[in-house]
């Protein structure tokens, strides 16, 4: 195994929680107006652009194409501010053990970069010297991250969270490790129900298992 690249949100840091508090911070300041905490739930893991009609709906405002763009900006200033009380401590259970293991076995560790924040949150969390390769969302990141270090697809693993992104990894060919819901995830080839469950071991043994049967 040369590689393994991993998602940052859910399965390095949830970071819901400091998108809803720029959401807030908005609604605020533009419309003097709050949300409930009830409306989390449906802007969780949504990109600013999906939620930012939700929150309009919410609040019964409405705003044009480029009333948008410029609150999409302004949420995203807010963001990176709210991304300031992640720490060491915000690291998901079980992603520091996993990432000590993966290094003491020479893998070479990315991230898929969703937002552009990525580089940021892995300072914040303390844990940016694991990881050798920052890779934009944009085509394909998983080729891309194989391309960098210079490895087959079938030589690196990706983690999760989403059916979406399980099936980039797999149209990518590298091996897929889905992380939640094993039913929405069961194109994956194999997954854990929550982070703390990842091991070592077993991403080897299944990386091994898969390269016997071809």
Known sequence: MKGAIFNVNNLIVDTNQQQFDAWRELAMY???LGLPGKLAPQLKNLSAAAALPIVLNQLHQTADKAEQTALLAEQEQMYQKALDSLDESSVMPGIERLLINL?????NMGVVDNGGHAE?????LQIADYFTAII???GDPYTAFAQQLSAAPSECIALATTPADIDAINQAHLISIGVGDAEMLSAADYQVAQTGDLR???LRKVWEDRHENK
């Open 30 to 32: 533009e419309y003097g």
């Open 103 to 107: 290094d003491d076995h020479y893998v």
């Open 120 to 124: 940021l949150i892995l300072k914040q």
């Open 136 to 138: 934009p969302n944009e």
């Open 200 to 202: 070592y071991p077993m």
